[in-house]
């Protein structure tokens, strides 16, 4: 070994090294930072390694996240169509304009009903309105719907109510109103309600017309609409009692030139009350409120007795032979009794013998 070396060295050359094994040194994988989360996908046809985890993450996102948001959406729209601003139906006037929007038809019936009600609680046939009667169509858009009873007052805003009645005139004043078909009726009650049950013929003291009345909530006069039976006992009833309160400052004067009486009135309606001292609280009697309409009953004429009347006899014409022209007087009739007589047929033939 040394004769090598030294031959090397005199050749001016450095000794050749002896190849050693390699050594096999297994590959140092780096872990990623905690703040970053790395996912690997194996190859569909590639054969996983032996030291490699499972990953259960596809390279194109999860399939089951899809359907979950299909499901949302599909969920929201059901929410959507159930609540959405719908209606079926909706109130019109004659030029097809829609005025309010309700969720049946039958809503908005009751819509149209109330604003009549509304006005006349006893009579609502009496109502009508300038626009015409307004119908009830399906809608084909979708707007807001309301209650029925925000739609009653969006039509009384829209439309013009009108009381298109007959009204009952007392001196010239017009007191009440009544459909036209409970005119007859009305009357009928005011006359039974004055009767009584009594025998007789029923008058109106005071002077009572009945003309035709249209009213709007423009009117100067303002007349309640009734039904017929509410409207006959409004203006045919008994006297009404009537009593005031005292409140600070009363006094007798000042309670009678109200009312229209004299003091010396009022002290005989109240002769238990001391005029003098007069307290807040005190009840005062005040006359009786007469009704507005008075039913004078006169005594009916008596019947007729049921008599027999005699049997009139019919003329005879007796016509002398040949010539129709001198013909004979005819004969005159049998004597006969007055109806109201009590006599038969009879005693008139022997009085004239």
């Not at 094994?21 to 046809?45: I, K």
């Not at 013009?160 to 009357?187: E, Q, W």
Request: with cysteine; proline share 10%; glycine share 6%.
């Amino acid at each position: 070994m040394s004769d090598e070396l030294d031959q090397h060295s005199e050749q001016g050359q450095p000794p050749a090294q002896e190849p050693q094994p390699e050594q096999q040194h297994a590959p140092v994988r780096e872990p990623p930072p905690e703040s970053e989360f790395v996912f690997t996908t194996t190859p569909p046809l590639r054969r996983r390694p032996a030291g490699r985890k499972t990953v259960f993450e596809r390279r194109h996102g999860n399939g089951w996240a899809f359907w979950v948001v299909c499901a949302i959406l599909i969920g929201l729209a059901a929410v959507w169509y159930v609540k959405r601003p719908h209606l079926s139906f909706f109130a019109i006037v004659e030029n097809g304009k829609p005025l309010v929007a309700l969720d049946s038809e039958d809503a908005a019936l009751q819509a149209i009903q109330l604003v009549k009600t509304n006005r006349a609680p006893d009579a609502p046939e009496a109502i009508t309105f300038a626009e015409g009667e307004p119908t009830v169509k399906k809608l084909k858009k979708a707007m807001t719907s309301h209650s029925v009873k925000d739609a009653a007052a969006i039509l009384e805003r829209k439309l013009t109510v009108v009381c298109d009645g007959y009204a009952f005139y007392v001196n010239h004043r017009p007191l009440v109103m009544v459909p036209k078909s409970d005119v007859a009726k009305t009357i009928s009650l005011m006359q039974q309600r004055g009767l009584n049950g009594n025998p007789g013929v029923p008058t109106f003291k005071e002077k009572v017309t009945v003309n035709h009345l249209h009213l709007t909530k423009d009117s100067k006069e303002q007349v309640p609409v009734m039904s017929g039976a509410k409207a006959a006992e409004f203006l045919v009833h008994p006297p009404l009692k009537r009593i005031y309160t005292v409140d600070n400052g009363d006094n007798f004067w000042k309670i009678a030139t109200a009312i229209g009486i004299t003091v010396d009135d009022l002290k005989k309606l109240n002769p238990d009350v001391d005029y003098q001292r007069l307290h807040k609280g005190d009840q005062v009697k005040l006359p009786d409120e007469p009704a507005p309409v008075t039913v004078v009953v006169r005594n009916a004429p008596p019947p007729e007795p049921d008599t027999k009347k005699a049997k009139v006899a019919e003329p005879t014409e007796n016509y002398g032979p040949g010539n129709p022209d001198t013909a004979d007087t005819p004969s005159s009739p049998a004597p006969t009794t007055d109806a109201g007589d009590t006599g038969d047929a009879d005693t008139g033939d022997a009085a004239n013998q």
